[in-house]
């Protein structure tokens, strides 16, 4: 049974850092393609980013590139997002989700059809 549990959100002013983790359970993390999506208020759930389960395959959102950096450790069954230059803009709520197929920076239906959701961690960023 997959089981991925977010943390690492908060409130930071812009300009700031943060960094999320996903933890995963229940299945063979470096099997899985993992990915961040992000959720604001009243907006669809867009993708942020995206990486293979040996990670050698990664992708951004324009909107997060030179930012944003994604990254998984296998030995720890977990993947992090360090988000660094922080705008009001990327105040959302982040979600982690997996998936054994090379889904990328597709659509958010496409992941829940095909693979699994954690819940979610509110960043908040104060302008």
């Known amino acids: 049974d997959v089981q991925l549990q977010a943390s690492g959100g908060g409130l930071v002013q812009a300009g700031g850092s943060l960094k999320l983790s996903c933890a995963a359970s229940?299945?063979?993390?470096?099997?899985?393609?993992t990915a961040w999506f992000r959720q604001a208020p009243g907006k669809e759930r867009e993708g942020v980013s995206y990486?293979?389960?040996?990670?050698?395959?990664?992708d951004y959102a324009d909107s997060v590139k030179g930012r944003f950096t994604i990254s998984r450790d296998n030995a720890k069954n977990t993947v992090y997002l360090q988000m660094n230059s922080l705008k009001p803009e990327d105040t959302a709520v982040y979600y982690c989700?997996?998936?054994?197929?090379?889904?990328?920076?597709?659509?958010?239906?496409?992941?829940?059809?095909?693979?699994?959701w954690g819940q979610g961690t509110l960043v908040t960023v104060s302008s």
């Open positions: 229940g299945f063979t993390f470096e099997d899985y393609a």
């Open positions: 989700a997996a998936s054994r197929f090379l889904l990328g920076l597709s659509s958010a239906l496409l992941w829940t059809d095909l693979g699994s």
């Open positions: 990486i293979t389960g040996s990670g050698s395959d990664i």
